[in-house]
Every structure is written in structure tokens, then in C-alpha cells.
């Protein structure tokens, strides 16, 4: 009992940790960009003294899930605490170096400033842009090596603890194939990115076969790296695209998908989802985790209106207004469940047996 409430603590004061350095950063950055660059600074509307309380009452909710969901055994408690701190501190600097060509890009709406040996003609024209005004996109090993980082501060520090919500639907979802061992399980995370959310999986489900699919050869780069153990890599990383994956129908017990469908114009969002469909096996699940939207979370409409103003995200909006649920049904799932957490909704569907 003693070590359950001493490791509770150190969670606790973990999160604190990460959620203070989270919103100092923010306000540094901001308080710089005004000062050195004031036509950077984006018009936003201002957050009541409510809607900052309903915030942070979230983001505690979002704790004492995370923390239930890692004692009822969804996923080890070791997970709380992994982060790569020494490397993350490394490459802290390089952050603030990159900030001036960011306000740049958002002072002259600058959006397809990307690397010159980028091949257009092997990515989907939505996708050469800078999202959120990154450097490269997400088409450089720059930009790779600080996004988890980069994500972390935007969410004061709750990105990985939002991510894991995928991991309770996704074990409960697969309870159809109990009947199967562990070892036999395919489990696909789409637009794996660096790897975080298919690291927390393997917590979760250490003799599952693991893939990762992502279009970014530098964030698959990244993923590796991640991803690797003393025993090797334990995920399978490809390159491709979501709207035509690589895989044979009905091969997946399981898929995943964490911050994908807000960066996709609404038919390529239909076609993932369809994919996904497809690469299911009857009676498999997909978890899918994205941002919140108006309808779900009202309360927050300033911070989602927000959210598209400041960084360069140009199919946020329409995401935000667009009825998923609807989309799930229309691409043939059922048995569709949902829940949001903080920034993040989680949605959990079924392909019928």
C-alpha cells in the first residue's frame, strides 16, 4: 500500500512537472515572439477564467484515468514514467533555434517550405505542407527528432497519458479472439509517426505482432530508433499510405490510428477509414484517437478555434465540425463506443462478424 501511494505520488508529481515546464515554454515563446517579432503573433480569442479551470479540472481527470487504467493491469506501471528524458534535454535547444523561421512562415503564410530533395510526386498533395509551421513538415529527420518533444509542450505534458487511452478499448475490443493466443494477434498502428503510441501498444501486448505504417521515411527513421531493444525492434515499420495500404484484406485483428484524421482533407479521411475496414478481420477492432471536436466539447470551442489560428493546420476546421461517428457507420462499423479526454476524443468500433 505504502509503495501504491508512493508511486502514485511520483506520477503525480511528474505530470505537475511536465505541465509547468509545458505552459513556461509557452509563455517564454510567446512573450519572445511579440517582443522580436510581433506580426507573428496570431489573433486569438482570450480564455475566460472558466474555461482555463474546466482545463486543468480535465487534464486531472485525464491523470486519475491514466493512473486507474495502469492498476487495473490495461498497461505496466513503468509506462507513467517513459519518456526519454536525456535526449529530449538534448535537443531542447534546438527548439527554441527553430523558432524564428517558424514565426516567419506564420508572418508571411508560408506553407510548402520543404526540404529540396523531397520528391512531390511520391506523397499526396495535402501532405507537402508545414503542418503546425514545422520546419520540413513532417519530411525531415529534423523535424522527426523533435515532434514528440514538440507535441508534449503543446499538451502541457499529458500527450503520452492522452495516446495510452487507446490501450483499454483496444484490449476489450479484441476480447472476440480470446480464444486465439497472443502470439497469433496482428495489431496495426496508422500513421505511426515516431513510434509512441506502437511503444505504449507493446506495453500492453509485449507477444503481439506489431506494424507500423507511416508515409515519412524520416519519421520512420525516428520510429526505429524508438523502437528499439536489446532484442531488436519489436514492430514491423512500412512506408505507405493509409488510403491504399499495403496489406491483404481482413489481415488485421486490430487497428490503431492517434492524431491522424485532423491532418486529412475529408475524403482522404473517408479513405482511411474504409481501409481500415478492409485490413480488419470480422470481429477485430479500431481504436482511433483524435482530437475533440465542437460537438463532444463545446466547453472548448475558443481553444479548438484557437488551435487553427495559431499553427497552420488546414483541415483542422473542418474536422472539428465533422460527425465521425457518421463516418464510422458509413465506412461499416458497428458496435461504435466513444469517449474524449482532455484534447483527445477516442473512439472504439467493431467490424461485424
Known amino acids: 500500500m505504502v509503495e501504491q501511494r508512493l508511486t502514485k505520488f511520483a506520477y503525480q508529481t511528474l505530470q505537475q512537472g511536465r505541465s509547468l515546464a509545458g505552459l513556461a515554454h509557452k509563455q517564454i515563446s510567446t512573450k519572445l515572439m511579440e517582443f522580436l517579432d510581433p506580426e507573428a503573433s496570431p489573433e486569438t480569442e482570450p480564455m475566460s477564467t472558466e474555461m ?42 534546438l527548439i527554441w533555434l527553430d ?12 506553407t510548402r517550405d520543404l526540404p529540396n530533395e523531397i520528391n512531390p510526386e511520391i506523397y ?55 480464444n486465439r493466443s497472443e502470439e497469433s494477434l496482428r495489431i496495426l498502428d496508422v ?33 526505429s530508433r524508438n523502437l528499439y531493444t536489446r532484442e531488436g525492434n519489436f514492430a514491423q515499420l512500412i512506408r505507405g499510405n493509409a488510403e491504399n495500404m499495403p496489406f491483404s484484406d481482413e489481415s488485421m485483428q486490430a487497428v490503431t490510428c492517434v492524431f491522424l484524421l485532423h491532418e486529412l482533407p475529408r475524403k482522404a479521411r473517408k479513405n482511411v477509414l474504409d481501409e481500415c475496414w478492409r485490413v480488419l478481420e470480422p470481429g477485430g477492432v479500431f481504436v ?6 465542437i460537438a463532444d466539447s463545446p466547453e472548448f470551442e ?47 468500433a467493431n467490424k461485424p462478424l
Do not use: C
Not at 196 to 213: M, T
Open 302 to 348: 475558443t481553444v479548438l478555434e484557437n488551435f487553427h489560428k495559431v499553427f497552420h493546420e488546414p483541415y483542422y476546421y473542418d474536422y472539428i465540425n465533422d460527425n465521425i461517428e457518421e463516418r464510422l457507420l458509413t465506412s461499416r462499423f458497428d458496435s461504435i463506443k466513444s469517449e474524449s479526454h482532455f484534447m483527445t476524443r477516442v473512439w472504439s
Open 191 to 223: 500513421a505511426t509517426g515516431t513510434g509512441r503510441a506502437l511503444k505504449q501498444i507493446h506495453s500492453a501486448f509485449s507477444k503481439a505482432e506489431l506494424i507500423g505504417l507511416d508515409l515519412s521515411r524520416s519519421y520512420l527513421k525516428q520510429a
Open 52 to 93: 482555463l479551470t474546466a482545463l486543468q479540472s480535465s487534464i486531472k481527470r485525464l491523470e486519475e484515468i491514466d493512473w486507474e487504467d495502469a492498476e487495473q493491469g490495461f498497461y505496466p506501471k513503468t509506462q507513467l514514467f517513459d519518456a526519454p528524458w536525456l535526449e529530449w534535454a538534448a535537443r531542447y535547444p
Open 124 to 178: 499526396p498533395d495535402y501532405y507537402l505542407q508545414n503542418f503546425h509551421h514545422q520546419t520540413d513538415g513532417y519530411l525531415s529527420e529534423h523535424s522527426a527528432s523533435l515532434y514528440d518533444m514538440q507535441v508534449e509542450i503543446l499538451f502541457n505534458g499529458t500527450a503520452d497519458a492522452m495516446r495510452r487511452r487507446i490501450i483499454a478499448p483496444l484490449k476489450n475490443g479484441l476480447s472476440s479472439f480470446n
Open 288 to 293: 482511433l484517437a483524435d482530437s475533440i471536436q
Open 99 to 110: 523558432m524564428p523561421s517558424t514565426w516567419k512562415r506564420r508572418r508571411k503564410k508560408i
